[in-house]
């Protein structure tokens, strides 16, 4: 290829990476600013007022089910925010029945812990997931759908969070899926509650950070980098150890992804910390139980954070692993190089 399209491929590349890390900055942003106006609502009433539109948005094709049972539903919740989360999910619900099926709307006290919680639930028949897209459909950026954002169930979680309950999904390849939202139950005495974000965690050491995700690293760099970390971010393995072992740089925590290809995230630290004894390592993942064992993670014994997480989840995380460290290794100078930078605004 010429010069000209050369420049041309490299301008789409710093396009697509600037309008990225400004989508990425909007979300956080949104994650953080969006004031929840939590007060008791009655979640039956909710979704009989959405059955009407739920039957507009999915079609003709697919048959709607309302039931609320009998039984008093009242739950603590931001009813505006409440419905876009349900909306949300009818949406991922009508996507997944193309040819038709049956669509159920529900709620009942929670089973799983009465007395406590309200459960809501949308449940489809139609095609299911596999046990990979199941365990990443909350990812932020994360779909399966040729023209889709990644950015509807992942919003969906957030809000689950923000109103202090959460957000769970059962599905099985042509076993339908079912997504069920726990919300705290309004007190007897009526009294509205709260919920309250506790503050972002600061620090001033240097992260490496690995991810494959392009839009995913960007957000957890931002969220880094907006605390005062020093993050040196990597989009392999084979670039993160060399980054990691460059000369003048000194590494404080591995923040890496545990499915990876080439090489997984357990063998990414075992390298690094081989040639960097000191690192600490924090894996994350949107995998559970025996599939992080198959990629060499023993998640009883690892410093790990699951996918989705929120900003001050993941803060609070890194400072307590970074404080736990012998008193001769802490308060480290970070590495000031351009890999440490934090993103300026529209920068990849």
Known sequence: AGRGDVRGYVDNIVDAAQRGAA??????????????????????????????????VVGEQITVQLDIGTDPCVAIADQGQLEQVLLNMVLNARDAMPSGGTLTLRTRPSESRPGQWVAVTIADTGIGMSEETRARVFEPFFTTKAHGTGLGLATAYQI?????????????????TTF???LPRASSSGHDVQPSAAPPVAGTDTVLLVEDQPDLRNLVQIMLAEAGYHV??????????????????????????????????PQ???????????????????????????????EAAAALIHK?????????????????????????????HIFGKAPEPGSA
């Open 180 to 182: 069920t939202l726990l």
């Open 308 to 336: 989705p997480f929120k900003p001050e989840q993941l803060l609070k995380l890194v400072r307590d692993i970074l404080d736990a460290r012998p008193a001769g290794r802490r308060a480290r100078r970070p590495s000031e």
């Open 160 to 176: 689950a969070h923000d109103l202090g309950g959460e957000i769970t999904v059962d599905s099985a390849p042509g076993k339908g």
């Open 23 to 56: 989508l990425s900055r909007r979300l956080l942003a949104f994650s953080r600013q969006q004031a929840v106006d939590a007060k008791a609502v009655d979640t039956r009433a909710v979704l009989t007022d959405l059955e009407k539109m739920v039957r507009s």
């Open 232 to 265: 040196i971010a990597a989009s392999s393995t084979s670039e993160a150890l060399a980054l990691g072992t460059a000369p003048g740089v000194h590494i404080d925590l591995l923040l890496t992804d545990v499915v990876m290809p080439t090489m997984t995230g």
């Open 268 to 298: 990414l630290a075992a390298e690094l910390v081989r040639r960097v004894p000191e690192v600490e390592v924090l894996y994350m993942s949107g995998y559970f139980g025996d599939a992080l064992t198959q990629y060499g993670l023993d």
